[in-house]
């Protein structure tokens, strides 16, 4: 990974990472697989480890319900000093909007500390290609622990 410490300040810059990947089910395991990989080399601990994976799974799961044809799932994780936010998003028919009812989104608000989802287009979301083509997104926000009871 690369160093995201400022040399000067010793703080810790932000830093993006980029995965764009199959709906298909035996691909998701590989965006799961980022976000603890990412989340163990932030030094969170291994419960929220765990609850990253968990939550990143359910969300791909959920937008992979919702992606038009064969389009790709883009995730996009940033580190920051205080977490990591992750957004996900997958092209989808115009009008198409993310469930959030049910299991599964009730588990995504117990595992993250932040979750936010709606319809979208690629010109507005992270690492989309500026056109008006609809989007289904869910963005989560885990923080680290010692940061978790501030607001964000």
């Known amino acids: ?3 995201t410490t400022a040399a000067a300040t010793g703080e810790r810059r932000p830093e993006r990472l980029e995965l764009r990947v199959p ?11 980022m976000a603890g990989d990412l989340a163990m080399r932030m030094d969170f ?28 799932l883009t995730v996009v994780f940033e580190a920051f000093r205080e977490g990591l936010r992750i957004d996900a998003w997958v092209p989808t028919e115009p009008g198409v909007d ?3 009812d049910g299991f599964g989104w009730a588990v995504l608000h117990t595992l ?16 989309g290609d500026g056109s008006a083509s609809p989007v289904a997104c869910i963005a989560l926000v885990k ?9 964000q």
């Open 98 to 100: 993310v469930p959030r």
């Open 112 to 127: 993250v500390d932040t979750v936010e989802a709606g319809p979208n287009t690629q010109a507005t979301v992270v690492a």
């Open 1 to 3: 990974m690369v160093d």
């Open 143 to 151: 923080k680290l622990r010692q940061y978790a009871s501030v607001a």
């Open 23 to 33: 709906t298909s089910p035996t691909q998701l395991p590989a965006v799961r697989a």
């Open 45 to 72: 601990d291994l419960d929220a480890v765990e609850d990253l994976r968990l939550a990143v799974d359910e969300a791909c799961a959920t937008l992979s319900s919702v992606a038009l044809g064969d389009a790709p």
